[in-house]
């Protein structure tokens, strides 16, 4: 079992960056594929980012590719998600979220380890 708890949301004007952190607990972090998810207001959780256990593999949105860069420090059981060139529409409740399995990179419910989340708001 590993539980995750986020940080670093924030409110940042446009343009702006912010760098979210994911730790995790457990001494297995290293097997997991580690993702980040969305939801915005009203609207169902998407798939932004996710990172193989092997580090070799990152899978990114179209939404957020060439703007947004997923990492992992295993030594330090930590996930993060560096987002830059922020948009308005960026604004919503992030999730990292973990998987020891196989699965599809993209959806949710191939996650079974979720945190709180954080929230990021965006203004124009």
């Known amino acids: 079992q590993v539980q995750l708890v986020e940080s670093g949301g924030g409110l940042v004007q446009a343009g702006g960056s912010l760098r979210l952190s994911c730790a995790a607990s457990?001494?297995?972090?290293?097997?997991?594929?580690m993702a980040w998810f969305r939801q915005a207001p009203g609207k169902e959780r998407e798939f932004a980012a996710a990172?193989?256990?092997?580090?070799?593999?990152?899978y990114y949105a179209d939404s957020v590719k060439g703007r947004f860069t997923i990492s992992r420090d295993n030594a330090k059981n930590t996930v993060y998600l560096q987002m830059n060139s922020l948009k308005p529409e960026d604004t919503a409740v992030y999730y990292c979220?973990?998987?020891?399995?196989?699965?599809?990179?993209?959806?949710?419910?191939?996650?079974?380890?979720w945190g709180q989340g954080t929230q990021v708001t965006v203004s124009s």
């Open positions: 979220a973990a998987r020891y399995s196989s699965g599809s990179y993209y959806y949710a419910n191939a996650y079974p380890h």
């Open positions: 457990g001494r297995t972090f290293s097997y997991y594929t």
């Open positions: 990172l193989s256990r092997s580090v070799s593999s990152t």
